[in-house]
């Protein structure tokens, strides 16, 4: 018994099943609240806003991006301690207007700084629904404020597992689940503000 005991204890929070099932819907669920709560007071305007609410909704526009390109539960959430870190030191209020931009950009480097295979920002700029242009603006945009510090450190990161894994499952069920479509066009003013196309994309992989 102790030494089971042991073992549990042992085993960090990054690694435990709970956090690797569901660490990826309970941040979903976590950034919808954080934006649906800030919308009343969406801040001032940059490159990553919308002038309107995209209609993919952010567990659809995350499934897309886990879909397309099979991103780890790590790298995933230290794009997500990402945006909280660029949020806090741009003083940038996270929105519907922003979020979608903030997920692909973040996204797109944390990939790139800790996967050793990754995909071209072009692939990503199709998954994400965005020009290439665009993404590449917003990942140059993202490092800059941030300084470019994209080290987390692994007391950082397993503080993070743990309070994930304290969360009740029940948060990241109670979030209304809305179908995903294979193709969502946007109107003229969307395309605008979003340029976006959400077709199947080519699945070549650059290295």
Do not use: W
Request: proline residues 2%.
């Amino acid at each position: 018994m102790k030494r089971n005991f042991l073992c549990k204890m042992a085993l960090l929070p990054s690694q435990s099943e709970f956090f690797q099932e569901s660490c990826i819907q309970l941040v979903s669920t976590i950034l919808t609240r954080m934006a649906e709560a800030n919308d009343h007071c969406p801040g001032e305007t940059s490159r990553f806003h919308s002038v309107y609410k995209p209609d993919l909704s952010i567990d659809v526009y995350i499934d897309r991006i886990v879909r397309y390109t099979s991103i780890s539960v790590e790298v995933f959430a230290c794009a997500f301690l990402y945006i909280l870190r660029f949020s806090q030191r741009t003083g940038m209020i996270i929105s519907s207007l922003n979020l979608h931009r903030l997920i692909i950009t973040s996204v797109t480097i944390s990939m790139k700084y800790h996967e050793d295979r990754v995909y071209s920002n072009q692939y990503m700029a199709k998954v994400g629904g965005v020009s290439l242009a665009e993404l590449n603006n917003l990942e140059a945009a993202f490092l800059e404020r941030m300084d470019y510090s994209l080290g987390v450190s692994s007391k950082i990161f397993e503080a993070f597992c743990f309070e994930t894994c304290q969360l009740d499952a029940a948060l990241a069920m109670d979030c209304t689940k809305e179908e995903s479509t294979a193709s969502v066009h946007c109107s003229t003013s969307e395309k605008k503000s979003l340029d976006c196309s959400f077709s199947q994309p080519s699945l070549t992989r650059t290295v």
